[in-house]
């Protein structure tokens, strides 16, 4: 990279941890951004930012890191394409430059936050130097000159990230699932899936692929996966994988020289979540984790924030915050995990997924879908007759009418189905004013 032109797409997380990493690398970076301010994160005084839009200085780079929250649509890019420049993302950028023996990736529409989380405990209690970084917490490129041949990296990587590899080759890699999600920029469920697919796409027979066998996206994507494919399912019995026997609560891992059962014991609301404890348990044991040391973890883990997340209970009214459940599926999944009577606060920015699925898990269940968000009259036409809907615009006004509403033994569900970008700068900025309000209470 030494003195070469490189132009980075987009000043979020990613991008300004891109910027930082290419100076290191003795890069002259310029730094593109449509927004207005200048970033508030610290840059080297060698990174040249623009704001307000994207120049034409970007066409005279030698290397172009597209952001993973940058639209690839966007018409520098596709001039770009057009006179070859490569366009990267942050991930292939952070990949070539780690040294990590092992690299552990893990994509799918949900889940990836809560199996990464563990993947990386699970590593750390089997005694490896474990980095977990990508689409949570860290981005690759603040933790890949850190990285030695003698750590393993779990990274959960999006759709987004996968679109511009071109070299990135896990060891170890997963897809969860693959349900509707960022059709508005993929344009296609195909399209979507085509991109997770790019998980794989360097893999060798050496390597292995971890993929959800009740899942028929993972089920089409095995046909061309070079890796060996190691199965797991919540709801049928494998010869060789791993699995969950739903009648005594017993989990099984045929794998290798791993073949053990033991009874799943987690404090983990959810089917799904035991689908994110069968993908983790899969990679740890091909990474050669032993199962003391996954069976220690698994006792103590109880999830992660934003995702199911328990608030409090007031006047014995339960508050729940899932503000990672940023699409329809996920949910859908969450108003799964629990019997009811529930309140659901829902909506945000869309994403051009159906609401209508939802219909039949919401009858009997959900008592009251408080809606907020610029996508709220588009979930109330959609699901008309199902339950009762009203529309209080933002999160505020929608815990004060909750706390009014629920009866003792209800739960107050923040599950939004759609994205936070109309009001919030993230998820986890609206969980954590979900929390706020919730503890004000």
């Not at 044991?285 to 040391?293: D, H, K, L, S």
Request: net charge positive; glycine share 10%; aromatic share 6%.
């Amino acid at each position: 990279m030494k003195q070469r032109r490189v132009g980075v797409i987009g000043a979020g997380r990613s991008g300004l941890a891109a910027a930082r990493l290419l100076c290191r690398l003795g890069a002259r970076v310029l730094l593109s951004d449509s927004g207005a301010g200048r970033p508030a994160a610290s840059l080297p005084k060698a990174v040249t930012v623009e704001t307000g839009g994207h120049s034409n200085r970007l066409l005279e780079c030698d290397l172009l890191i597209r952001s993973p929250g940058v639209s690839g649509h966007l018409p520098v890019l596709r001039r770009a394409a057009r006179l070859g420049i490569p366009i990267w993302s942050e991930l292939e950028l952070g990949s070539r430059v780690s040294r990590s023996r092992r690299v552990v990736a893990i994509t799918g529409t949900n889940g990836k936050t809560t199996t990464t989380t563990l993947v990386g405990k699970f590593f750390t209690a089997g005694g490896e130097r474990t980095w977990v970084a990508g689409n949570i917490g860290k981005p690759l490129s603040d933790v890949a000159a850190k990285t030695s041949p003698r750590s393993t990296l779990v990274l959960e990587v999006s759709s987004y990230q996968l679109e511009n590899v071109e070299t990135f080759h896990p060891t170890i890699s997963a897809i969860l699932n693959v349900t509707p999600d960022h059709l508005e920029h993929h344009g296609s469920l195909r399209a979507y899936a085509e991109a997770k697919a790019r998980i794989f796409m360097n893999q060798t027979a050496r390597d292995v692929c971890v993929l959800n066998a009740d899942d028929a996206w993972c089920r089409r994507l095995a046909k061309r996966c070079k890796a060996k494919v190691l199965w797991f399912s919540r709801k049928r019995r494998l010869t060789r994988g791993i699995y969950w026997e739903p009648e005594d609560g017993t989990l099984h891992l045929r794998w290798g020289s791993h073949q053990r059962s033991w009874p799943l014991h987690t404090g983990l609301p959810g089917p799904h979540n035991i689908e994110n404890v069968l993908a983790a348990v899969g990679m740890a044991a091909a990474g050669g984790v032993c199962v003391p040391a996954m069976r220690r973890v698994l006792s103590a883990f109880r999830g992660v924030e934003h995702r199911l997340e328990f608030v409090r209970t007031l006047r014995q009214v339960r508050y729940v915050n899932d503000s990672k459940g940023t699409n329809v599926d996920s949910t859908r999944v969450a108003l799964a995990s629990f019997p009811g009577p529930l309140i659901v606060i829902m909506g945000g920015e869309g994403k051009g997924a159906p609401y209508a699925p939802l219909k039949s898990l919401l009858k009997g269940r959900v008592r009251r879908i408080l809606l907020i968000g610029e996508d709220a009259r588009r979930i109330e036409k959609q699901l008309r007759g199902a339950v009762p809907m009203e529309r209080l615009d933002t999160l505020a006004k929608a815990v004060r009418r909750a706390h009014q509403l629920a009866l003792p033994g209800e739960t107050v569900l923040l599950s939004p189905a759609c994205a936070s970008f109309d009001q919030y700068d993230n998820y986890e900025e609206r969980g954590g004013h979900f929390k706020s309000l919730v503890r004000r209470l």
